[in-house]
């Protein structure tokens, strides 16, 4: 292995990502060397490559952006024990620290002391990754690297599909982007009755039907509730998920939820959005807010229901070698995309 990898960087204060060569990670004792296979590019990679508000006061520069992954282990440090040198990997991308009382009390995901690889800390768009032993999640054989790599928001989708019992409920999906997508089809494998999801995109709604069993719902043409009488919804939905940040979508979700039903909220508005909270009171809704996903409980689950049938392959919609990085940053943006995977394997 030579000193110097490729890696998509930030390595200016302005719009784009740059494909330059890095000094290899030196790893620590407890960390293990991730040759990286597979990257998946997430919504907040768009917001870093736009250089937008919320970047330009996150993200230091330059780095090493990316935190959606697959490879296989090359080197271990000294002190890692249960992993060996070839397994196939991926990976929390929150490091947390084991100070705080959530920590303390197995609740990592809560843990404020919280750094993102690609976001505060060097990510994983890079030949190799340097990660903690601690956030390494085996891959077994029948999860492939292209899965693998997007395990991170497929982990959003499942701990937000899985915050509330969906078992015969009847749910409500805004936002049909991959992670919406993903969520349909796990509320679906975990035995939702009806699952609807609605957008304003209509490539997104059609691949939405076409990855899951759900009733897509474009907001702009069609009435919601029309569709709910149509599937007999009579006093609304049980189980809402946000998943768009829109806050016309909320809106209309809490209008549509039945009396004590409860609402996972993963999508995240602009800014400050006014909300009728008088109908929540009203109507006794539970809301939960979503931040990452459980460490390592969602990675528990979500490999479980791959292995056992869960298919989200299909939210995979285009697929580049890193060199072509900026084609399957455009066909994000574009918002005709479900999930953009890049190969590392061939530079
Ligand atoms: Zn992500």
Redesign the pocket.
Known sequence: MTNEMKVLVKAHAREGLWLQTAPMPEIGPDDVLIRINKT?I????IHIWNWDEWAQKTVPVPLITG??FAGEIVELGRNVEGLALGQRCSGE?HLIGKQSRQSRAGKFHLDPQTRGIGVNEQGAFAECLCLPAFNVVPLPDEISDDIGAIL??LG?AVHTALSFDLVGEDVLITGAGPIGIMAAAVARHAGARNVVITDINQDRLDLAAKVADVVPVNVTTDDLADIQAQLQITQGFDVGLEMSGNQIALDQMVEAMVMGGRIALLGIPPGKSPVDWSRIVFKAITIKGIYGREIFETWYKMIAMLQNGLDVSGVITHRFGVQDYAEGFAAMKSGHSGKVVLDWTAL
């Open positions: 998946g997430c919504g907040t990679d935190h959606e991308g991170d928001p959003n």
